[in-house]
């Protein structure tokens, strides 16, 4: 059944990963480059991954994934699902003295210019990433998907 499933996926529709993005901020202009070169990688290796042993490939790499990049906030659907990727103690690292979820929420909808950039999210895979660490960047695009 897996073998089917991960056939289907490497045909199907790619992973969507988004950048909120400010593009007057110097980390989220190097969230960004680490991103865009992950993906051009991930494209370029595809069919050598595709070509040799895909099962132990996949578990290291993801093959290809769509990087979107939004200069809008979040809708508030998507910032609660971030703030459950990151967790509750994380609410104040995506909104400005934010003391927990509720109180993100409660901020946001008073104004969505307390919404920090650079947020990375992984929406297949539930994980998102704040800043330009990098190392988190990496982690969060090579981890081998959770299996469903």
């Given at each position: 059944?897996n073998v089917?499933?991960?056939l ?8 969507v ?11 989220s202009?190097?969230?960004?480059t680490?991103?865009k ?10 069919t050598?991954?595709q ?6 490939q996949s578990?290291?790499t993801?093959?290809?994934?769509e990087l ?14 971030i703030?459950?990727y990151?967790g ?17 929420m409660?901020?946001?909808?008073a ?5 920090k950039?650079p947020?990375t999210v992984d929406?297949?895979?539930g994980?998102?990433?704040v ?7 990496m ?9 469903q």
């Amino acid at each position: 059944m897996n073998v089917f499933k991960n056939l289907f996926k490497e045909r199907g529709v790619k992973d969507v990963i988004t950048l909120f993005h400010n593009p007057s901020s110097s980390a989220s202009i190097r969230a960004h480059t680490i991103l865009k070169q992950a993906a051009g990688n991930a494209q370029s290796n595809a069919t050598i991954d595709q070509a040799g042993d895909h099962a132990q490939q996949s578990k290291q790499t993801r093959t290809e994934f769509e990087l979107e990049v939004s200069e809008q906030s979040p809708t508030t659907d998507q910032l609660t699902s971030i703030l459950e990727y990151l967790g509750p103690s994380k609410a104040g690292n995506v909104v400005e003295d934010a003391t927990g979820t509720s109180d993100a929420m409660r901020k946001f909808k008073a104004s969505q210019a307390v919404f920090k950039r650079p947020v990375t999210v992984d929406w297949n895979h539930g994980r998102a990433v704040v800043g330009d660490d990098e190392s988190e960047l990496m982690k969060l695009i090579r981890s081998a998907p959770k299996e469903q």
